[in-house]
């Protein structure tokens, strides 16, 4: 019972007035971010990082999950109200969503859109509260070894399940490994591939990588459309609530996807996407109505965004007890508690229960906030949504400068900003995804040290690796996951031939 | 987690250049090289640091041989190639160039002028590029009121140094 009383402790220090405050702000700053098209979580998370540079670790985390939630939320009103997904987990949300709104049904979509959220996030946390120890206390047992072969699982993971582009995700993930060698070399002194520039000797700082592509690089994708005709947008709405008959409709759905969403969350590279479009198709499928997804059916909406809530919650637990975040978000999550000194992985648990389960804690209670904010004061929130995008673009420039600045005090990290905002631009214009490059940023370091370390130990045999029935394990992984995915294609290329 | 998912469930989506797999090539062979120049290792063993390198290197190489290839392939399989605007002539470009030389500008003034004047600057430019001239009231009262409340949370709220205005108090 070590986990209530932890739970517990966790709950006294998120329940704190200011830290309550902290998380209500950040919901609403997020929630903003989040109705910008083109910009979700990962952005919010990567540009109002700043913010909580002067804070304690616990306020840091708990302003980061409340902006974390409020993008998802906002996400989701965008999707619902004018059909621009903030990112690719708000796409499913746009499919029944926005046929609502079209049908004059809005109040019902954004208030089960609410509703399916909560109760997607609240189940998922519960879920995490019982997994999140035991998973800890396994990878406990991991050597320097085994966390080789579990980065180098949860890189392949994320970059075979790209869509439709493994090879690019490989090549992505390879650059961003490239860029994490880049600096002194911490074992041995040796300044690597710096092209004498003494700023980068110490290495590039993986915050910087994030803000470039995450808001740069998206803002820069949406110039194209910048012009395009202003959305109107509904504005004054009536009661923002369902109907028992909806109620009915949804409730399963909802359950059904919350599981299913924290499940595929808690996978290394599927994510918040994978989640809520699984979900969709599962119910259209289930469905009696199934003619009417597409079309207004608000199970349709219900279901994606119950997963998608649970996801978001599910893909904490790799950060959290192994240090390997699953997906964009929470590898902006854990730059936050890298910046902080705090280093994910199963220590974490040992060295700062506090922390974690304020953290936990704060999710339960910013879920509750962000649905209480985001029922009734859906009219006042969506008014964002008719502030034109050609002001507010800027604006998401300049708070990227000032993350930019508040990291290091230097202007040189202006340059690396341009440089890669420009990189990621480049690369979503030529399909290479961002995403397996910015995991593979955050932890090419820690990769590397595991290798050189668990290299040593075995005094220069690679037989190490293959050693333990933990890393065989891990190894089995890798190449299911690298296979598994030409071996559906060449089930399915062998159906079409035959049909 | 950008691209909108779905679309593009199994088949490998081909873009018709091979430019890009060319550059990481490129990449891969300048990085290979360079890790086979670092200079030896002072204490443990002496290749030590270039173990990870070269496996990135080389790994680099095939992968984007092997996207080459498959690019090449597509391309002689598809006869009809579809007409690809070169990027620098595609809706926003110039937008993104001018907002890369703004911002190196940005980078000049501010350490120079101090955080309020620069951002200042920086935003009045931007809106202009995007809400045009004619807007003037409306961007100098947004870049304005942006630059003095980030200044005021940051600095004096949250304790985040931000270069001063040489002679003014901001």
Redesign the interface.
């Known amino acids: 019972m070590d986990t209530l009383a932890f739970l517990l402790d966790g709950f006294m220090v998120a329940l704190t007035p200011m830290n309550l405050m902290w998380v209500s702000i950040g919901g609403l700053l997020g929630t903003i971010i989040g109705m910008l098209p083109?910009l979700?979580p990962?952005t919010g998370v990567a540009v109002l990082l700043?913010?909580t540079?002067?804070m304690g670790p616990t306020a840091a985390l708990i302003t980061m999950g409340g902006v974390y939630y409020g993008a998802m939320y906002g996400g989701s009103r965008a999707s619902i109200l004018i059909n621009t997904p903030g990112?690719?987990?708000a796409?499913a949300a746009t499919f029944d969503g926005y046929p609502m709104t079209k049908q004059g049904r809005a109040e019902s979509a954004l208030a089960i859109s609410a509703i399916a959220s909560f109760i997607g996030g609240i189940f998922a946390t519960f879920c995490m509260v019982a997994i999140a120890i035991p998973v800890a206390r396994f990878a406990l047992r991991f050597g320097p070894a085994e966390y080789f072969m579990l980065f180098l699982f949860a890189l392949s993971a994320t970059a075979s399940m790209t869509?439709?582009?493994?090879?690019?995700g490989?090549?992505a993930t390879?650059?961003g490994?490239?860029i994490a060698?880049i600096g002194i070399?911490g074992?041995?002194?040796?300044s690597?591939?710096t092209m004498g520039i003494l700023e980068l000797q110490s290495g590039i700082d993986f915050l910087i990588v994030i803000i470039a592509v995450y808001a740069l690089g998206?803002v820069?994708?949406s110039?194209?459309?910048?012009d395009s005709g202003q959305a109107t947008v509904q504005k004054s709405f009536g009661k923002i609530w369902i109907s028992r008959e909806e109620w009915k409709r949804s409730v399963w759905p909802i359950l059904r996807s919350a599981p299913l969403g924290f499940f595929v969350g808690a996978l290394p590279g599927a994510?918040?996407?994978?989640a809520s479009?699984m979900s969709y198709n599962n119910e259209k499928q289930l469905s009696k109505h199934s003619e009417e997804f597409g079309d207004g059916a608000i199970e349709g909406l219900a279901a994606p965004e119950s997963a998608n809530n649970a996801a978001s919650v599910g893909a904490m637990i790799p950060m959290l007890t192994l240090g390997i975040p699953g997906?964009?978000t929470t590898a902006v999550m854990m730059g936050a508690l890298l910046l902080l000194g705090l280093q994910p992985g199963p220590m974490l648990f040992q060295q700062q229960p506090l922390i974690v389960w304020g953290l936990i804690a704060s999710m339960f209670i910013g879920n509750i906030i962000l649905a209480v904010m985001n029922i009734p004061l859906a009219g006042l929130l969506v008014r964002v949504l008719s502030v034109?995008p050609?002001?507010l673009?800027?604006?998401v420039?300049?708070?990227s400068?000032?993350g930019a600045?508040?990291i290091s005090?230097s202007?040189m990290d202006?340059?690396l900003?341009?440089g890669f905002g420009?990189l990621g631009?480049?690369m979503?214009?030529?399909?290479?995804?961002?995403?397996p490059m910015i995991l593979a940023v955050i932890v090419g370091n820690n990769m590397?040290q595991s290798?050189?370390r668990a290299?040593?130990i075995s005094d220069?045999s690679l037989g190490i690796f293959f050693a333990s029935p933990i890393c065989l394990i891990l190894f089995s992984l890798t190449v299911i996951s690298i296979l598994y995915?030409l071996v559906?294609?060449g089930i399915?290329k062998r159906k079409t031939a035959e049909a | 987690m950008g691209t909108a998912a779905g679309a593009v469930p199994l088949e490998e989506t081909v873009s018709f250049s091979i430019i890009p797999s060319l550059l990481f090539f490129v990449l891969g062979l300048v990085y290979t090289v360079s890790t086979a120049l670092l200079p030896e290792a002072a204490v443990g063993r002496p290749f030590e640091p270039k173990i990870f390198p070269f496996m990135l290197g080389g790994l680099m190489l095939v992968m984007s041989l092997a996207l080459m290839i498959r690019e090449i392939k597509a391309l002689k399989g598809n006869e009809e190639i579809q007409e690809h605007l070169p990027f620098y002539k595609e809706a926003g470009f110039k937008k993104i160039a001018l907002t890369c030389v703004f911002s190196v500008l940005y980078a000049l003034l501010f350490d120079k002028v101090g955080y309020v004047i620069s951002t200042i600057i920086f935003l009045e430019l931007e809106l202009i590029l995007f809400n045009g001239v004619k807007n003037w009231k409306i961007n100098t009262a947004v870049s304005l009121a942006f630059s003095l409340f980030i200044y005021i949370v940051f600095s004096k709220l949250l304790g985040v140094y931000l270069p001063m205005t040489p002679g003014i108090w901001i």
């Open positions: 083109g979700g990962a700043p913010l540079f002067s990112d690719g987990a796409v869509e439709g582009n493994r090879l690019r490989f090549i390879i650059l490994l490239m060698t070399d074992q041995s002194g040796v690597r591939f998206e820069f994708k110039f194209k459309n910048i994510g918040g996407t994978m479009l997906s964009g034109p050609k002001i673009y800027p604006i420039l300049g708070l400068f000032v600045y508040a005090y202007v202006f340059f900003l341009i420009l631009y480049f979503s214009r030529s399909k290479f995804p961002s995403t590397e290798f050189r290299y040593k220069g995915p559906k294609a399915a």
